[in-house]
C-alpha cells in the first residue's frame, strides 16, 4: 500500500524530493535555514504558509488538497480525514458516532484477515481498477468485508465491472443490507443510505459502521487513505 518504493534503501530520500508537493519546502532530513530562521522539516505540514494555496487571506481552498503528504510526516491522522470528510454533518448523532470511531482506531483497516485476503486479491493488479479506480476500490472493500455478502457477490465481480444489480438479497442480514446500500451509494452516487440509519447503533452494528465509513474514506481518498495508522 505504500507510495515509497526506495523505503529503506540508499535512494529513499531522493525518491521522497522527487515526490514532493510543488511550492512546498525541499524534504530532507534535519532543520531549514531561511535568513535567519531556522524551521523544523515536519514544519512545511504543520503551518499552511508554505503551501501553494495559501495567501494573505488564508487558504483558497474550501478542503485541503494534501492530506495524505501531511499525513506521510505525521501530522495528521484517521481523526483528519473522517473529519474532513463528513464533519459538515449536521446530525448530532451520527457526529458522535464518528468520535467514537476515530477514538477507539488502532490503525487496523480490515475487518478480519479474510477481508484483507480476499480484498487484495482482487484489488492488486485488477483490470477493473483502470477506470473510476477509487470507486472500484470502495466496492471491492464492501463486498469483502462480511462472509454472507461475499459469498453472494463473488460470482459478480467481472473484470470490467461490478454487477450490483445481479447481486441476489433474498433472505441477507441488516449488515449486509447495510453495507450493500453503502455498495449502491458508492456506485451511483445517490443516497441509499442516510446518516440518521448509520448513527442509529440498533440497526448498524460498529464493525458495519467502520467498514462503511471506511469504503467512503476509500473512495474519496484511494487506497492510499489505508496506509494511515494514528
Known sequence: MSRSFMYGTRLQEMEQMMMSVPNFLPRTKGMFIIGQKTIDEKEEFKRCIYCSEYSKGGCRRLQCPYLLERADFGQIGYADFIKDSFWDSDDFFFKKRLRGLFRSFTGEWFMSSYHKDRY?????????????????????YLLTANEQLWDRAKDHIYPNKIALSEITLTGINTTCYALFQA???????????????????????????KTIIQAFLIERYGDEIMTVNQ
Open 120 to 140: 487484495l486479491c482482487l484489488a492488486q493488479g485488477s483490470a477493473l481498477l483502470q477506470s473510476t479506480k477509487k470507486q472500484n476500490l470502495a466496492l471491492l
Open 183 to 209: 455498495a449502491k451509494t458508492i456506485a451511483s452516487g445517490k443516497l441509499h443510505i442516510k446518516e440518521n440509519e448509520l448513527a442509529d447503533k440498533t440497526l448498524i452494528g460498529e464493525v458495519a459502521f
